[in-house]
């Protein structure tokens, strides 16, 4: 018999177009493999559906593994609801903070808060018991908020200004992925199969944790 230690836990993704095809891929077979659920998610605009593309094949030759469809709008589900709540690398990040200022206004520094993308990942990471994981550009998510003050991260290089001014403290890691408490980073999606199993180990602690221990 299998051992799959994520039995009934359930994992969100959030993904935009230009996310990168094989990351996504690793998501849903390592993670299934453990037993988890994965839902992908990001804003349908009032749709039932939303595909996205990515920017490694851009002519779409292989639809079934280039085109990403989704049906899953988080602003519809309870972040708490989840084990783990991961921000999908590449762009995924700059194109899910884009908010919508009040017709006829101007645009206001303080509305970068109200990009519902960024407000979903700051109420996951108001919550200890949800594992948070972001690879690469995908901290960009955080960085409207201040989530990031004195954390401990690992970003690539091109997003290290941004994650610094946000205050988050870069730690530099022989394997590439860092973890600081509930949150897990990582350099790039090439570390993409060693960040899932970090993530997978830190559910599992803290499953262990929660039990009663009568």
Not at 99 to 121: H, L
Not at 176 to 181: Q, R
Request: one cysteine or more.
């Amino acid at each position: 018999m299998t051992y799959k230690p994520l039995t009934g836990k359930k994992i969100a993704v959030l993904v935009e177009s230009e996310y990168i095809p094989h990351e996504i891929e690793c998501y849903r077979k390592r993670f299934s493999e453990l037993g988890a659920t994965v839902h992908l998610m990001s804003i349908l605009w009032g749709n039932p559906s939303a595909t996205f593309i990515n920017d490694i094949d851009p002519l779409g030759n292989d639809k079934t593994i280039y085109n990403l469809m989704v049906n899953i709008d988080f602003q519809k589900v309870d972040v708490n609801d989840y084990d783990a709540v991961l921000m999908a690398a590449n762009y995924c990040s700059v194109r899910l903070r884009y908010f919508q200022p009040p017709t006829g206004s101007p645009i206001k520094p303080e509305q970068v808060k109200t990009a519902p993308a960024v407000q979903f990942f700051a109420e996951a990471m108001a919550n200890k018991s949800i594992v948070k994981g972001s690879l690469c550009h995908g901290l960009w998510i955080l960085t409207p908020t201040d989530c990031l003050k004195g954390r401990k991260v690992i970003c690539h290089e091109v997003v290290l200004a941004d994650i610094l001014n946000a205050g988050a403290i870069y730690q530099p890691s022989d394997t590439k992925v860092v973890v600081d408490d509930d949150l897990v980073t990582g350099y790039s999606a090439h570390e993409v199969e060693l960040y899932v199993d970090t993530i997978a180990a830190k559910i599992v602690k803290k499953k262990a944790n929660c039990q009663p221990l009568f």
